[in-house]
């Protein structure tokens, strides 16, 4: 019998976070590359892959601006996230050929905002069959690359793609 081991996600899953200040404006601040997972900066906005991903390929889009509610960001930061969303879409079709996307955001902590101060969208490539009964029994994502890999791959295409 195999083992599948996902240490990364052992904090995660037993809830131990720290408490060092809003994820997303901590990622904004630090410099860009595999250990913060950003991989494009745009005027308004960022790009970042998710640590904890549904799937290869999870990106999100992230406002600078320290927002809970949408409607709270100025209009060149709602345009440039559509613009930016579409790019990540049309890249995720070049790189992993998914068979569809979910794509949206989740505003507040009912709705199921994992941080709910600070609004984001997600990018999630989808495939048939790719949800299966470890994410249903073991709380546990099956995900055939890398973080890593991941990043290489989206950042080389996001920079060859006008």
Same mark, same amino acid.
């Given at each position: ?37 950003? !991989?494009?900066? &745009? *005027? @308004?906005?960022?790009? $970042? ?8 390929? /999870? ?29 990540a879409e049309r890249v995720l079709k070049e790189v992993y050929h998914p068979e569809? !996307?979910?794509? &949206? *955001? @989740?505003?507040?902590? $009912? ?8 609004? /984001?969208?997600h990018i999630v490539p989808r495939w048939a069959g790719d949800t299966n009964f ?24 996001w920079e060859e793609m006008d």
């Amino acid at each position: 019998m195999g083992h599948l081991w996902t240490p990364w996600r052992k904090k995660y899953v037993q809830g131990q976070h720290e408490d060092q200040g809003c994820i997303f404006c901590l990622a904004a601040a630090a410099e860009d590359g595999v250990e913060n997972l950003v !991989f494009f900066r &745009g *005027m @308004n906005n960022y790009m $970042i892959l998710n640590r904890y991903p549904y799937t290869n390929g /999870h990106l999100m889009c992230v406002p600078y601006a320290h927002e809970e509610r949408l409607e709270d960001l100025d209009r060149d930061t709602r345009v440039e996230m559509m613009d930016l969303i579409t790019k990540a879409e049309r890249v995720l079709k070049e790189v992993y050929h998914p068979e569809g !996307f979910n794509i &949206g *955001m @989740n505003l507040g902590e $009912i709705a199921g905002a994992g941080v709910a101060e600070h609004l /984001h969208m997600h990018i999630v490539p989808r495939w048939a069959g790719d949800t299966n009964f470890m994410t249903a029994v073991g709380s546990t994502r099956v995900l055939p690359e890398s973080l890593v890999e991941t990043y290489q791959r989206v950042r080389l295409a996001w920079e060859e793609m006008d």
